[in-house]
């Protein structure tokens, strides 16, 4: 069975430093895999995601991250973060190979951006 | 385009006591899903809907909760008897099809005392 893990709770960074948010996930079959933002007291938003193709993936607001599969790792990079990144942030892998939306989800990590 | 609606957005009750959320997806949108966010965990899928037809709900608690859709677009979550473990926020997102992109609405927090 698939399994996500966020290995760090919470990240303290300050502004303008350049922050990674770390994702293993285990997987017997070949696997989507997502970061997704949820600021607080609203619902979650699509970062980036990784369905094929190139290993490197950008998403919005100067987020990328990179699919490792020898690492099985999927983890979330900001050469220089903003205040306004302050949320919490989730890796997801699909339950099976196909799906966007039947996701499993990590327990989240907290950024917190000081000025 | 309007977004994923959700209500009530915030709810209290007594264990024992029940209670419903509604949502209602983006236009257009074939599947629909119910996640249980507790505090301090990821969301977890708790029912997917592709139009009135349930595709997974192998982790509802179908002692507790029930789940329908029945003309294929709004949807009801109801909980009846809620325990406190219940406490959470219940997200609704919805895609265009089964593999598609998933947008949620901003969730209805559940507090059980």
């Known amino acids: 069975a698939q399994s996500v893990t966020q290995l760090d709770s919470q990240v303290p960074v300050f502004e303008e430093a350049p922050v990674e948010l770390r994702c293993n996930y285990s997987s017997s079959v070949s696997v989507y895999l997502f970061w997704y933002v949820q600021y607080p007291n609203q619902g979650l938003q699509l970062l980036l995601k990784?369905?094929?193709?190139?290993?490197l993936v950008k998403g919005i607001n100067g987020f990328e991250a990179e699919f490792n599969k020898s690492q099985t790792s999927f983890h979330l990079r900001k050469p220089s973060v903003h205040i306004s990144d302050t949320a919490e942030y989730f890796c997801?892998?699909?339950?099976?190979?196909?799906?966007?939306?039947?996701?499993?989800f990590g327990k989240g990590t907290k950024l917190s951006v000081k000025p | 385009e309007a977004g994923v609606a959700q209500s009530p957005r915030y709810k209290i009750i007594e264990k024992r006591q029940s209670v419903a959320f509604w949502c209602n997806p983006i236009s257009g949108h074939a599947t629909l899903y119910w996640y249980q966010q507790i505090l301090g965990q990821g969301p977890k899928l708790l029912i997917q809907?592709?139009?009135?037809?349930?595709?997974?709900d192998s982790q509802l608690p179908k002692d507790r909760f029930s789940a329908e859709r029945l003309k294929g677009v709004d949807s009801t979550l109801k909980i009846q008897p809620a325990k406190l473990e219940d406490s959470a926020v219940y997200l609704c997102?919805?895609?265009?099809?089964?593999?598609?992109?998933?947008?949620f609405g901003e969730g209805s927090r559940l507090t059980v005392l």
């Open positions: 997801a892998v699909s339950k099976d190979g196909g799906s966007q939306g039947n996701l499993i």
């Open positions: 997102a919805s895609s265009l099809g089964l593999n598609g992109e998933l947008f």
């Open positions: 990784y369905l094929s193709g190139s290993t």
């Open positions: 809907f592709q139009n009135n037809g349930v595709v997974d």
